[in-house]
C-alpha cells in the first residue's frame, strides 16, 4: 500500500478530500504515461481499460477517500484485492500526481467503461 502520494518535494502539498471529491468523482481519469484510462462512478465502483501492445485489459473495482484525502482502489484484478492508496497532488495545467502516476481528468465516461 502507498502512502506518500507521490510528493516529490515539500512544496507539494496534498490535495484535500473536498479538492479530489471534486476532479474525480463522475469522470475520467487518463494515465499520461500508459494508455489506461478509467472511470471513477459516484457509487464507489471503478473501471478500467489499459490499452497494450498484444491485447486490452480490463478491470474493476471499488474506491475510497478517507478524511484527509488519502485516495484508495481496491481493482479486483490488477492489484488481487489488495487496498493501493495515495494522495493526489495537482501539478498544475490539469495535471495530477497519484502515487506514481501523472493523470488528466475528462468529465464524466466518455470512454464508456
Request: charge should be negative; glycine fraction near 14%.
Amino acid at each position: 500500500m502507498s502512502d506518500d502520494g507521490g510528493c516529490t518535494s515539500t512544496s507539494q502539498q496534498p490535495m484535500t478530500q473536498e479538492q479530489v471529491r471534486s476532479v474525480i468523482v463522475g469522470n475520467t481519469a487518463h494515465g499520461e504515461e500508459t494508455k489506461a484510462v478509467a472511470f471513477i462512478d459516484a457509487d464507489g465502483s471503478i473501471r478500467a481499460e489499459l490499452v497494450g501492445t498484444d491485447a486490452t485489459k480490463t478491470d474493476s473495482g471499488t474506491w475510497s477517500l478517507d478524511q484527509v484525502g488519502r485516495f484508495c482502489v481496491d481493482w479486483t484484478v490488477t492489484t488481487h484485492g489488495d487496498e493501493n492508496c495515495g494522495q493526489f497532488v495537482a501539478l498544475g495545467e490539469g495535471s495530477y500526481q497519484w502515487g506514481g502516476h501523472t493523470l488528466t481528468f475528462k468529465p464524466g465516461n466518455p470512454s464508456n467503461l
